[in-house]
């Protein structure tokens, strides 16, 4: 029988590979092996929780502060014994991550056949985002099985010269994800709080962003709030403590009835609850590269304070539009998006460029057949 590891590490690799953990553990042809790196904790365990996932191995990596060498040297060290007791004949890794990057190197120094799932996205900028695009170039160098959300993305890999036998167009399993999570019936608190008013999330957390660009976009994003006091925002705020201090800073403190009372920061939410806060939101702004993958379905216009996006698919389909993180620039297209409803209704419908739900499905069929 074809045993099958899959490793991840963080929130968002996790979300898009319970499902297919899940999916994997039903045919009866495979064993299926989960091996978590633990690079993020708290996010993680919140993660399997929901999908009801419970690792056979877990290398517990996360420290506070974490290096880009720390996530790698530990990963690399700790996961050679796992590979070399459990002999998986085919390791499944998800997208950019340093756990991506480091479990796709031990198999390749083990020549384990690695699958990459979500492979082919781009910017071609190895600084943007940092290290997100060296860690999927370098995976598919390794990776035996090129799982391409989408044709674009398989089209990036065809013109890198990779097996096209070798590269399969699945959809992205993010989708089977929300396809699970989306209640019609979903109360919480907060958005009872935010009943009646317009409601914003927010996100923020890459590595080339924190520090001064992190600054702007939310000096940005408070300045709007100041002058627009019939908005709420919500932020699940990340649990890098970099980007805490940020957010203290710029929306700690201020006068009463400003925008704190306002805005709730509020610890992550599970995955579950993060999607139906989505569906209700009537803006979204993030850094985040999942929620350009979700909120296309959802009809949510999404403000991306990134300079480049390797999800192209959603700017075309008019959800996304990308703001970089001037504090001018964001402040302009979130002032737009507030006050001219031509704006909004042009980015607010519903769209689905990432597949119809069934990418794990087709994964399962292909590992099960090759
Ligand atoms: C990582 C990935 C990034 C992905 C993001 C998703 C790398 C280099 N970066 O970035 O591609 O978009 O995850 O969120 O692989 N922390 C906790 N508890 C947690 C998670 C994080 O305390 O559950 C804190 C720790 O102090 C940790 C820090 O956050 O050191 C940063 O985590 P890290 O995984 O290094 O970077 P992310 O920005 O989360
Ligand atoms: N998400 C979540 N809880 C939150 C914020 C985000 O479950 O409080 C989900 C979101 O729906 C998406 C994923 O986390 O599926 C995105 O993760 P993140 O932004 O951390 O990483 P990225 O996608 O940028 O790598």
């Not at 979500?118 to 985002?129: V, W």
């Not at 989708?175 to 923020?204: F, P, Q, V």
């Not at 403190?253 to 925008?259: I, Y």
């Not at 949510?300 to 504090?327: F, N, Q, W, Y």
Request: proline content about 5%.
């Amino acid at each position: 029988m074809k045993t099958v590891m899959l490793v991840f590490g963080t929130r968002p690799e996790a979300i898009k590979m319970c499902p297919l953990v899940n999916e994997l553990k039903q045919r009866t042809g495979l064993k299926t092996l989960v091996c978590v790196t633990g690079q993020h904790r708290q996010m993680l365990d919140q993660v399997l929780e929901v999908f009801s996932v419970v690792p056979d191995f877990d290398l517990s990596i996360m420290t506070q502060n974490q290096t880009l060498f720390d996530i790698t040297s530990l990963i690399l060290n700790r996961i050679r014994t796992v590979l070399e007791t459990a002999k998986p004949d085919v390791v499944l890794v998800h997208g950019d991550t340093s756990t991506t990057f480091a479990t796709a190197l031990a198999c390749y120094y083990l020549r384990i056949p690695v699958g990459h799932v979500e492979a082919g996205l781009r910017t071609y900028n190895i600084y943007s985002p940092y290290p997100e695009e060296f860690n999927r170039q370098a995976v598919s160098i390794i990776a035996r099985y090129n799982f391409a959300p989408t044709k674009l993305s398989r089209d990036n890999l065809i013109r890198e010269g990779k097996d096209k036998a070798r590269i399969y167009v699945t959809g992205n399993t993010a989708i089977d994800a929300l396809k699970t999570t989306i209640r019609s019936d979903y109360h919480n608190e907060n958005l009872d709080w935010a009943a009646g008013s317009r409601l914003i999330l927010l996100t923020a957390h890459r590595r080339e962003n924190l520090g001064e660009p992190m600054h702007h976009m939310f000096r940005a994003i408070r300045k709007v709030m100041d002058e627009h006091p019939e908005v709420k925002a919500i932020y699940p705020i990340h649990m890098n403590p970099r980007v805490r201090q940020e957010a203290v800073n710029v929306f700690g403190a201020g006068a009463a009835g400003g925008p704190e009372e306002r805005m709730r920061i509020i610890d992550p939410l599970d995955v579950l609850d993060f999607h139906n806060f989505m569906a209700h939101a009537y803006l979204i702004l993030t850094d985040s590269g999942g929620i350009q993958e979700e909120a296309p379905s959802l009809g949510k216009p999404v403000l991306v304070m990134r300079d480049t996006t390797e999800r192209p698919e959603g700017i075309e389909a008019g959800t996304l539009k990308l703001v970089g993180t001037s504090e001018s620039v964001i402040y302009r297209e979130f002032t737009r998006l507030l006050d001219d409803p031509l704006a909004y209704r042009q980015m607010a419908h519903a769209a689905n460029p990432y597949g119809d739900g069934h990418a794990c499905q087709r994964i399962a069929d292909i590992l099960e057949n090759n």
